[in-house]
């Protein structure tokens, strides 16, 4: 099992450049979760997905969108990249009823 | 709303000493309690969970937890820190409300240990 899965590892934009950042996993997971990090504020949620077909918007939702593509994948789209969006995203998933989330190894987004 | 607060931005500890990480969380009902750990470079990997029962919880790599309701807290503690420990550590309060389990986290506790 890969567990979950995020490409790409590491990424540069411009400003005002679109971007997709993919994420799968095999471990059967309901739910899906896309949070970013940054230095000393642990990890905001951005966007979660409670089951397949279904999307809600977490802390910090504005300038991303999202698509449950399926169970396996959960994908998040920056429109117009900001600088200010440059961080570390990771993606996480857990079976229903379960708070245990496992997370991917993470996306290093630059904007510049 | 919930919140997690972990006071201490930085650790330093020697090699072998014992361990303390503070968590203190905010949650109007009963919290579900978790820490992670984030070693350089990589995705977080829990730690421990805490959700009913027994309030001292045991996890992997030598971790144990104490929930104590009565400070709202939900301390992480080692008995012997090896150098592998240097890492960024997470307290997390699950919201058990709604249609999926969220996690709230504090902003996290850097270790570093000296040999």
């Known amino acids: 099992n890969a567990g979950v899965t995020q490409t790409p590892k590491f990424q540069v934009l411009k400003t005002g450049q679109s971007m997709t950042l993919q994420c799968a996993q095999d471990m059967n997971h309901n739910s899906m979760y896309w949070y970013r990090q940054d230095p000393g504020m642990g990890l905001r949620l951005i966007y979660y997905s409670a089951s397949e077909g279904t999307t809600d918007k977490g802390e910090v939702p504005n300038g991303y969108n999202v698509s449950r593509l399926n169970k396996r994948e959960f994908s998040l789209r920056l429109e117009s990249a900001a600088p200010s969006q440059t961080s570390v995203y990771f993606c996480?998933?857990?079976?229903?009823?379960?708070?245990?989330?496992?997370f991917g190894p993470g996306t290093r987004l630059t904007v510049t | 709303a919930q919140s997690v607060t972990q006071p201490d931005i930085h650790i330093t500890v020697s090699e072998g000493a014992s361990l303390e990480l503070r968590c203190n969380y905010s949650y109007g009902a009963t919290p579900y309690l978790f820490w992670y750990v984030q070693s350089p470079g990589q995705g977080l990997q829990l730690l421990l969970k805490?959700?009913?029962?027994?309030?001292l919880v045991q996890g992997i790599k030598g971790s144990e937890a104490e929930f104590k309701r009565s400070q709202s807290s939900f301390n992480l503690r080692k008995p012997s820190v090896h150098w592998s420990d240097a890492a960024e550590y997470f307290c997390?309060?699950?919201?058990?409300?709604?249609?999926?389990?969220?996690?709230?986290f504090g902003t996290g506790t850097r270790l570093q240990v000296t040999l």
């Open positions: 997390a309060v699950g919201d058990n409300t709604g249609t999926a389990s969220k996690l709230t």
């Open positions: 996480a998933g857990t079976v229903s009823s379960s708070y245990e989330q496992y």
């Open positions: 805490y959700f009913s029962g027994d309030t």
